[in-house]
């Protein structure tokens, strides 16, 4: 049986910006430069909620590079004293992570040289989710890189687990894709990870640090208001973010730019459009009438501060 324990252990997306076998129990590594690439799907099955192509049909198709820098994808607001800001539109997820398997080899603090990163679901698959908890794996000293490449072969070999507290933003995008802000000072390189044998692709957003709460992602609360109002007929979002005159910038207001009370995973509150115009800040959002909604959790990351 596979041995697990709970730690805390800091922030460290550079496991994962320095790392990144099939389930028929080859044990034959597999080089990353010739593994097939996993084709990655945003827009349709499960996960597509806000960004969905039979809505959008002009989203980009399964496994072409996504450039998050134009519309839909890129979002200029409001931060809660009405600095000016931007977000990305990473569609809306479930609050449990999805694991994130890193190897090191047993004592070792770095990872295995060379030994890419693993995860189980990538978008479209039921359960998937931007956000990962990070899970440290101890192989044995004689491992070779690449040997393993899904969860089921470290459930196989039965390898120690460690748990952490530790949630990163990763979205699973097509190879080619492009995101070129940031609110952290990580960078804006596309890495690879395993997905059951096959290559996979992802960014990352470590604007502050994400803490497991209750094994869930956090959340903060973000208030918008849309060009048409949710109701029996309209869910407000297919109508688009209701912006000032002339240019694109809503008043999309987040209640927090950085830590405590910042997540990039955003409880959305809607308020009537009717007071778009004296929604300036945190303050007037909270203020504002509200739209009831049914609840939805959005990946926005804050990465832009003007």
């Known amino acids: 049986m596979t041995r697990m324990r709970l730690v805390h252990v800091p922030l460290a997306l550079a496991w994962l910006a320095a790392c990144g076998s099939d389930d028929d129990g080859a044990v034959t590594p597999l080089d990353p430069d010739t593994a097939p690439k996993a084709v990655v799907d945003r827009f349709s099955g499960e996960g597509a909620v806000l960004l969905d192509r039979a809505e959008m049909p002009t989203l980009p198709a399964a496994g072409a590079p996504i450039d998050f820098d134009q519309a839909p994808f890129l979002v200029r607001g409001l931060g809660p004293g009405g600095e000016r800001v931007t977000y990305y539109h990473l569609d809306a997820h479930q609050p449990t992570p999805i694991n994130i398997y890193l190897l090191h080899h047993e004592g070792q603090s770095e990872r295995v040289p060379g030994q890419l990163p693993i995860v189980d679901y990538i978008p479209g698959d039921h359960g998937y989710s931007d956000f990962w908890r990070m899970i440290r794996v101890d192989v044995p000293a004689d491992y070779v890189a690449n040997t393993a490449t899904s969860g089921a072969d470290i459930n196989r070999e039965g390898w120690p687990v460690t748990v952490t507290d530790t949630i990163v933003n990763c979205p699973v995008v097509p190879f080619g894709s492009t995101a070129t802000r940031r609110g952290g000072s990580e960078g804006t390189t596309l890495f690879r990870g395993w997905y059951k044998g096959q290559v996979f692709y992802y960014f990352t957003f ?101």
């Open 206 to 306: 470590e604007e502050q640090p994400l803490r497991v709460v209750d094994s869930r992602v956090p959340t903060s609360d973000v208030h918008v208001t849309f060009n048409t109002n949710p109701g029996a007929t309209a869910d407000g979002w297919s109508s688009g973010f209701m912006t000032e005159t002339g240019t694109d910038r809503t008043h999309t207001i987040a209640d927090a730019l950085m830590a405590p009370g910042y997540s990039s995973l955003r409880n959305v509150l809607v308020y009537d459009n009717a007071a778009f115009a004296s929604v300036t800040d945190l303050a007037s959002a909270q203020a504002a009438p509200r739209i009831p909604t049914e609840p939805l959790l959005w990946n926005a990351p804050l990465v832009e501060l003007e």
